[in-house]
C-alpha cells in the first residue's frame, strides 16, 4: 500500500508550487508553467497508464477509465472553469478582488484533503511513520537530482536547469491523496504518502530555491 501511494505521487503530473518555486529561485518560469500545464493536460491518459504499468505483478487491481474520469473532474475541469470565468470575467472589479482570495481557499481545500487523510489514518501512519518518510524524502530529494541531471545532460542553461529539478522533484500529491482515496480504498496507508509528500515537498522545495537563489546572488 506504501509503495502503491508512493507510485501515485510520482506519477501525478506538477502542480502550482512549483511555479513559485521556479520564480523565487530565479529559475525559468515560463518553461515550469509549460511544463506544469503540458504534464496536468497528459496526466488523465499518462497517469492511469504509468500507474498500471508500475504497479503490475502487485495483484492490486488498476482500472484506468475510472481514474480517468477522476483526474478529469478534479483537475482538467477545475481548470477550464477557471480559464473561462477568468476570459468572461477577467476584468471585471468584483472579479478581481474574487482572485485575490482563491489562493487561500485552494491551500485550505489542500489542508482539508490532508486533515482527513491524517485523522483517519493517523495511528496506521505513526505504525510505519518512519519508514514512509524516508521513503518520501528519498523520492523526492531523487526527484531534484535526476531533474538537474536531465537537464544538465542536455545542456540546458542554469535557469532551466533549477526549473526541470523542481519540477520533477515537486507533484500535485494533492491528486495522489485524492486518488489513493477514491479508488484503493481497500488499501487505506496508500493515502499516506501523498499526504506526507504535500507538506514536505513545499518545505523542501522552499530550502532548495533559497539555495539557488543564494548560490545565484554569490555568482552575481
Not at 477550464?80 to 471585471?92: M, P
Not at 482515496?181 to 515537498?201: M, N
Request: aromatic share 8%; charged share 10%; with cysteine.
Amino acid at each position: 500500500a506504501i509503495g502503491l501511494g508512493l507510485i501515485l505521487v510520482g506519477c501525478c503530473p506538477g502542480g502550482v508550487s512549483s511555479n513559485i518555486m521556479s520564480y523565487l529561485c530565479g529559475g525559468d518560469v515560463a518553461f515550469s508553467v509549460g511544463m506544469t500545464t503540458v504534464s496536468t493536460l497528459l496526466s488523465p491518459f499518462m497517469t492511469p497508464l504509468l500507474v498500471s504499468l508500475l504497479a503490475s505483478g502487485t495483484h492490486i487491481s488498476i482500472k484506468a477509465l475510472p481514474m480517468f474520469v477522476s483526474i478529469v473532474e478534479t483537475v482538467i475541469l477545475p481548470v477550464a472553469i477557471g480559464f473561462l470565468l477568468n476570459y468572461l470575467f477577467g476584468k471585471k472589479k468584483t472579479f478581481m478582488e474574487l482572485q485575490k482570495i482563491m489562493p487561500g481557499i485552494a491551500v485550505l481545500g489542500l489542508a482539508c484533503v490532508v486533515g482527513g487523510v491524517v485523522s483517519s489514518q493517523g495511528s496506521k501512519f505513526f505504525e510505519s511513520g518512519i519508514v514512509i518518510f524516508v521513503a518520501v524524502l528519498l523520492h523526492n530529494g531523487l526527484g531534484y537530482l535526476l531533474g538537474y541531471g536531465a537537464g544538465k545532460l542536455v545542456g540546458m542553461n542554469t535557469a532551466k536547469k533549477r526549473t526541470i529539478s523542481i519540477e520533477v522533484g515537486m507533484q500535485n500529491s494533492g491528486l495522489a491523496t485524492s486518488l489513493a482515496a477514491a479508488h484503493f480504498a481497500q488499501y487505506p496507508l496508500a493515502t499516506i504518502p501523498g499526504a506526507v509528500f504535500s507538506v514536505w515537498h513545499n518545505i523542501s522545495g522552499a530550502v532548495l530555491a533559497n539555495f539557488f537563489a543564494r548560490t545565484a546572488e554569490k555568482k552575481d
